[in-house]
């Protein structure tokens, strides 16, 4: 697993995988865990309300008060939890990160004090009559749900995720990150609690700590995360991606909005883990990726029909959306040079300005991976998830070697499966 000795894999037990990513880059090592689910119904909102509720506190720092202390004696170590999806993987994730020891003139060993204090919050959480403490899940209950309302207040995020939720529709990816209202409304401390022990015991773990850690602090990482009690893992479902489009779908929000949000929602046919995929690349960022790109210079330059245009890959499902910002009454106007330059694309009319600049500007945003501990991390989790070897510069590499003929090719695969709008009461569309 991975070619370069960037991040190693150190050990794998009992559904736990450490991987060790040793640089020395950075004035400060990090710890991340991350717990793997399927994206379900009756999962989504219990999964993100559990590390809300485990940052709370934990039995040795039973606030967030008491938290904040001790981080603050570790001299200003951050810790952070959450939860994201992956395509069709819910992943929740605790984080921790620490100043290096090489920086700290006392010996205090502050990458086991971390590792401890992460494990005693995803461990050893405050409770109550045998559940978890019922204001701690009432309050984040109630910020969780003024989140999924709140939602609609970015209105170019929102088109976004509700265009991409209604092509997948009825499929494990068209569920909210947090879940629903309704699936919030009915979760109780007891509940909670329960599923929180399944959680623990049972789904995929994997641990990626980073930085300039010696053997002996990854040996004490090891040997702890042995004493987890385990069970028998679940298995996490790939997720489908090759879907044919029978006919596309057109759906319309209304809202109290100046500017109308127009996003395409597209499914790409092509597999993370493809060498397709960085043929997929370079044709999204020739398209959409930023001001050299055709959308850039012909929708909002030279026709002067969007506010902001852009292109997107989400590559775990497979899929891509176009997002806009325009004038109500230039939707189908907007739709026409978007697909113009769709057609320009498959038809391989690519300027070596567009196609050089695209490979430069992915080249750029790749490099800068290697700038952030949390982006590595990231990294090297997803191309694990999804079975791919290739380290950052072998992306690169493989972008660079893409000719205009494949991008062209790769164009044929992709489909349009729902134009997505929002609109106005007052004006017609």
Not at 70 to 83: H, I, K, N, P, Q
């Amino acid at each position: 697993m991975f070619k370069d000795s960037q991040a190693k894999k150190i050990a794998s037990f009992n559904g736990i995988t450490l991987f060790w990513i040793p640089t020395n880059k950075f004035k400060t090592n990090s710890i991340n865990i991350f717990f793997h689910d399927n994206l379900t119904n009756a999962n989504a909102s219990k999964n993100a309300l559990i590390p809300a509720v485990l940052r709370r506190g934990c039995t040795k720092y039973p606030s967030i008060r008491d938290i904040s202390l001790y981080l603050d004696e570790l001299y200003g170590t951050s810790f952070d939890c959450g939860v994201t999806k992956k395509g069709e993987n819910q992943i929740i994730q605790f984080y921790i990160e620490y100043i290096s020891d090489k920086y700290i003139s006392e010996n205090i060993d502050i990458t086991k004090k971390a590792f401890d204090f992460l494990m005693e919050i995803i461990t050893e959480p405050v409770l109550e009559d045998g559940c978890f403490k019922n204001e701690y899940v009432a309050q984040e209950t109630e910020k969780m749900k003024e989140l999924i309302k709140g939602r609609v207040n970015n209105k170019m995020h929102y088109a976004v995720e509700r265009c991409l939720e209604e092509v997948c529709k009825g499929e494990p990816f068209g569920i909210y990150d947090y879940g629903s209202l309704e699936n919030l409304e009915s979760i109780n401390c007891k509940d909670l609690y329960e599923h929180y022990l399944k959680f623990i015991k049972t789904l995929p773990m994997y641990v990626f700590v980073s930085g300039d850690l010696k053997p002996e602090d990854i040996d004490y990482i090891k040997d702890n995360l042995f004493k987890i009690d385990r069970e028998e893992v679940i298995d996490i479902k790939e997720a489908e991606i090759e879907i044919a489009v029978d006919k596309v779908k057109n759906v319309t929000e209304t809202f109290d909005v100046n500017q109308g949000k127009l996003s395409l929602g597209f499914r790409t046919n092509t597999y993370p883990n493809d060498e397709e995929y960085y043929k997929l690349i370079l044709y999204n960022s020739i398209l959409g990726g930023g001001v050299h790109s055709k959308l850039f210079q012909n929708v909002r330059e030279k026709e002067g029909l969007a506010y902001y245009v852009f292109s997107r890959l989400e590559k775990f499902k497979g899929l891509m959306v176009i997002s806009s910002g325009i004038e109500i009454e230039n939707k189908d106007k907007t739709i026409e040079i978007i697909n113009k330059q769709l057609e320009d694309i498959a038809k391989g009319n690519i300027t070596e300005y567009e196609y050089e600049a695209a490979q430069k500007s992915i080249e750029t945003g790749i490099k800068s991976i290697k700038d952030s501990q949390l982006q590595l991390v990231d990294f090297y989790l997803s191309q694990y998830i999804t079975k791919s070897e290739d380290t950052p510069d072998m992306v690169i590499e493989k972008v660079k070697n893409a000719s205009i003929k494949e991008v062209a090719d790769i164009a044929l695969k992709v489909k349009l499966d729902t134009i997505y709008f929002i609109t106005n009461n007052e004006k017609e569309i």
